[in-house]
């Protein structure tokens, strides 16, 4: 290998993190995921791919990192290119056409998708990949994929779907690739689409760490779309064959997630409740791998314990949303006052994120005779109160990983927790957990303030139990969730796929 | 999971399609009426005084008139038809109160375009006296400025206004060069008392414009400002505009330039033979473009609408696609059901030129200049009319080309030709625009056999404007 190329190489990032709607421009949740997975990687070199709708780009949350080497945006309104003189001979429309029906109408997977990109590559080379949105070749595009999808439905309705959701698969199938060795998504979608892209035309591993499960969202959302006119009214048939424009737009999100998953070597969730979703849309449960979310176990460990002889103090952490249902935990608290007279009870989290359910919220709290109970703090450290917090409390109505089970945990505070996402998991222990370490909460049905109340009163009542859960809650942090071995884990994959020899995908 | 996810709807948009053409796209047909009544008004002006003695000075005043006529329409064509577009936009969008300031703005930019034209064309070269200078500039200033109402006055559809007005004020400019020359046989006083009529068509056009549109003019600047900005986004049309113009005229100057030319009283230039000839043929036509508006009000909209609204209103493509060809079929069967007849009519005229030219004291030499103008002029209503409905369906390119092709024929075919001698004048005029109207109506067959893609992807101001947003960054 010549000295130039030796140079290029060495100068390729490491890792290219692809990133959709969030990373750097929005803060927290996944954002926060990238940037400390990248800051606690201070040996590997990273460039990101922020996947946005539209340029231009937002007021970035998250300032730069001394490995992050280059930030690429993917704008899916950008068509890319109309520089070329003229459309290449090679272009094969109909087989273009042909390929990208069986990639976008039958949920078609990673072969479907390669067949796609080797056809496009004439137009990608010759920078005419705005033909393919933007003149008569579209237009017959879109006319032969109405008339056999749905001749029944708004053309108009029509046209905006495919222009959006074919125009987002040209924008990224025509982005231009930033090199690297391992090609990391955090999602399906089209940030999935781009590293199943880039596995195909490079021939380096692409991985993902799936958060929730992407496709299920993009269905609920579409699903209750407003945007998204019912010209088909199916009625209660539950065979119709008929499409509407919602099923366009997800089998367009499946045949995403199923390339992805196809062509990713590593599919990593953070608990195993998202596995049965991931294989139906395609997953192979033999690449399926749990790495969950850490937190700084050492810091957090070495809090002191809540008093047993204060008065009883339970905290919920979390933001004012309804996905949190803090008025069960409110009802809850109703309950237990009646036991427990000298009761503290804390919300710690944002309030301004819905006004409207906050204002509910603290009405609620007045009406019931709580207001000298119960407090909503605002978002705060919640370091600083942990230690005089003797039960921690979630109520949510859907989750994924949350932190705060986790945090309280390496405090030694006891959860009880709805069961949902990671929850059961992280309370109970994984089926792998061996030896297996016992209960660090208690798990509760979602929507029951009864059963909430009737677990904290337990955990109250009981010194020696909490006492014991929160060590079990600790030890298992330790061993799992501890921010060195989740980082050790990434590490460990990132060694394993940066070295690993380049493979062209059938 | 959160952060991840963007709004789907942002990518998803279905608003902005054509339509806002409608108003605009007409202005540039109607504006052709108030030519051809101009034209009459200066053949009845002549005709009345011809009575009389003195034929110097009337063929001094008239060749003025004329100069005025062809300078005005030049300068201010770029700008009426812009600042028309801008209105037609204007009330797609329901933003009314902006229209007396668009209005103002557009009379502003001609009144200082056409007074610094003229100025230079009658001050300089030309050997009027000031008295007569003075006069000719407002009248040339005038016929610009009642140009531009007149495109205000048919966005609005109102019809019997412009006619009306346009009427009173020929006849009072008749009756007012007529007294005027009674009284002294004064180049500036026929002018003036021309002025008077045209002050009335005038003040009668902008009238009806304030009346529709009543509301207050805040300052001037902005619309200024908006109308700059809009000339340089729309330059397809300001250029397509101007080219249109120099076209109408082009083969007048080259005659007028060529040994048929004759420079008279104050070194004016014009051509005789050509001209009275040329401008009978134009008349002869007018029935055409009567009909055409007709058809447009008709027929044409009521397809044009149906086409638009069945795509707001989510019909399926084959809905689409059968309004979009009867929208095809009926224009062009109107088309050919107007250009047919006038075409017969402009044969018969052809065969009866002498009958004509012996009736109108003309010369029999003019006859074979008048029977290639009344040709030449039913092809170029063809031409006119399938230019200007490119317009309709936003093709502004396509429209500036259209008239660069018929400037560049008319201009290049009219000198070529001029060797052939006197019998041929208005030869170069006929070919132009045989040629001309072919490329038009095949271009228009082409947009029209095209209209749903032009409408969904290549003209739609959605796309556009998204394809410039994200190659702006």
């Not at chain 1, 993190?17 to 990248?38: C, N």
């Not at chain 1, 990713?264 to 608990?271: E, F, G, Q, R, S």
């Not at chain 2, 001698?421 to 056999?449: D, E, K, M, N, Q």
Request: glycine residues 6%.
């Amino acid at each position: 290998m010549s000295r130039l190329l030796r140079k290029r190489e060495a100068r390729i990032p490491d890792v290219c993190l692809i990133v959709e709607g969030a990373y750097p421009y929005v803060s927290g949740g996944v954002s926060a995921w990238a940037h400390g997975l990248m800051r606690r990687q201070p040996d590997l070199r990273f460039c990101v791919v922020a996947i946005l709708p539209e340029p231009p780009p937002p007021e970035r949350k998250y300032g730069p990192l001394p490995n992050l080497e280059a930030l690429h945006h993917l704008y899916l309104s950008q068509t890319h290119f109309r520089r070329g003189w003229r459309r290449p001979a090679s272009f094969d429309q109909a087989a273009f056409d042909k390929a990208v029906n069986a990639f976008l109408r039958s949920g078609g997977g990673l072969a479907e998708l390669a067949q796609v990109e080797r056809l496009m590559r004439p137009l990608v080379r010759t920078r005419r990949t705005a033909d393919l949105l933007d003149s008569t070749l579209a237009w017959n595009l879109v006319c032969d994929l109405y008339a056999r999808e749905m001749p029944h439905e708004s053309f108009l309705h029509f046209f905006w779907a495919w222009r959006a959701l074919f125009g987002g698969l040209v924008a990224t199938m025509s982005l231009p690739l930033p090199p690297a060795r391992v090609y990391h998504t955090v999602s399906t979608g089209y940030a999935g689409l781009l590293a199943a892209r880039a596995s195909v035309e490079t021939g380096r591993p692409a991985i993902i760490t799936e958060h929730g499960v992407y496709t299920n969202e993009r269905r609920i959302e579409i699903l209750q779309a407003e945007w998204i006119v019912d010209t088909l009214d199916k009625g209660f048939a539950i065979h119709d064959p008929r499409r509407d424009l919602r099923d366009f737009w997800t089998t367009a999100f499946e045949s995403y997630a199923r390339a992805c998953y196809e062509a990713c070597a590593d599919v990593i969730t953070l608990h195993g409740g998202n596995q049965s979703a991931q294989i139906m849309q395609g997953a192979s449960p033999a690449r399926m791998k749990i790495i969950p979310n850490g937190v700084d176990y050492q810091a957090l460990s070495r809090l002191p314990h809540a008093n047993p002889e204060h008065p009883p103090t339970i905290a919920l952490v979390g933001r004012v949303v309804p996905i949190k249902d803090i008025k069960t935990y409110v009802q809850a608290v109703q309950l237990l006052r009646s036991q427990f007279p000298e009761l503290t009870a804390l919300v710690m989290g944002p309030t301004d994120e819905q006004p409207d359910y906050y204002e509910q919220c603290k009405s609620m709290v007045a009406q019931l005779g709580l207001s000298d109970t119960l407090r909503f703090t605002g978002q705060v450290d919640v370091t600083q109160h942990f230690p005089r917090i003797h039960v921690n409390v979630l109520t949510s109505v859907s989750e994924s990983q949350p932190l705060s089970v986790l945090e309280a945990g390496a405090a030694g505070i006891p959860t009880v927790a709805t069961n949902v996402g990671a929850c059961r998991e992280m309370l109970l222990g994984r089926r792998d957990e061996h030896p297996a370490l016992g209960a660090g909460g208690i798990v509760t049905d979602v929507a029951s303030p009864e059963q909430t109340a009737a677990a904290i009163g337990e955990l109250l009542r009981d010194r020696d139990r909490r006492e014991r859960l929160g060590l079990v809650m600790q030890q298992r942090i330790k061993r799992y969730y501890d921010l060195p071995v989740v980082d050790e884990a990434y590490a460990r994959m990132y060694r394993r796929y940066t070295q690993a020899p380049s493979q062209q995908v059938a | 999971m959160a952060g991840i996810g963007f709004a789907l709807e942002r990518l998803y948009r279905s608003n902005s399609f054509a339509g806002r053409m409608a108003s605009f796209a007409h202005a540039s047909i109607v504006a052709a009426g108030p030519c051809l009544l101009s034209v009459l008004g200066i053949w009845l002006i002549s005709a009345t005084i011809s009575e009389l003695e003195g034929k110097t000075t009337i063929a001094a005043f008239r060749a003025l008139i004329i100069y005025s006529f062809a300078l005005s329409f030049v300068a201010t064509a770029p700008i009426a038809l812009v600042s028309a577009r801008i209105m037609s936009d204007e009330l797609h969008d329901f933003r009314i109160s902006n229209i007396p300031g668009i209005v103002l703005a557009a009379l502003t930019f001609s009144a200082v375009l056409t007074i610094a034209a003229a100025t230079a064309l009658f001050a300089v070269p030309l050997e009027l006296e000031p008295t007569a200078v003075i006069a000719a500039v407002t009248n040339c200033a005038l016929i610009g400025l009642v140009w531009v109402s007149c495109l205000f006055a048919s966005v609005t559809r109102d019809y019997t206004s412009i006619t009306v007005f346009f009427a009173l004020g020929m006849a009072i400019a008749v009756i007012g060069v007529t007294a005027g020359y009674k009284l002294r046989p004064d180049l500036a006083i026929m002018l003036w008392g021309f002025n008077i009529g045209l002050g009335t068509t005038l003040f009668g056009l902008l009238g009806r414009v304030i009346a529709t549109f009543p509301f207050p003019v805040t300052g001037i600047a902005r619309p200024l400002r908006a109308l700059t900005r809009a000339l340089l986004r729309y330059w397809p049309i300001a250029l397509g505009g101007l080219f249109g113009a120099l076209g109408a005229w082009v083969d007048k100057w080259v005659v007028w330039f060529s040994p048929y030319g004759l420079q008279i009283q104050y070194g004016l230039l014009h051509a005789p033979l050509y001209d009275s000839a040329m401008f009978l043929s134009y008349l002869v036509v007018i029935p055409a473009y009567a009909a055409f508006i007709i058809h447009l009000e008709v027929q044409f909209f009521r397809n044009y609408r149906l086409f638009y609204s069945s795509i707001l209103e989510h019909a399926t493509l084959a809905q689409i696609s059968r309004y979009a060809k009867r929208l095809r079929e009926e224009t062009i069967e109107s088309l050919s059901a107007i250009t047919v007849p006038q075409l017969v009519v402009c044969a018969l005229v052809a065969l009866s030129a002498p009958t004509l030219i012996d009736v109108l004291d003309m010369q029999f030499r003019q006859a074979g200049t008048l029977r290639m103008g009344v040709i030449g002029a039913a092809f170029q209503f063809l031409f006119i009319t399938c230019s200007s409905l490119t317009l309709y369906f936003d093709r502004r390119v396509v429209f500036l080309l259209l008239q660069l092709v018929f400037l560049v024929l008319n201009a290049g075919l009219t000198f070529a030709l001029l060797k052939l001698g006197p019998r041929y004048l208005g030869l170069g005029f006929l070919v132009a625009s045989v040629i001309s109207a072919l490329v038009a109506y095949l271009t228009l067959g082409r947009t029209l056999s095209r209209l749903e893609y032009l409408t969904f992807i290549a003209n739609n101001p959605a796309v556009r404007i998204r394809t410039r947003a994200a190659k702006a960054f």
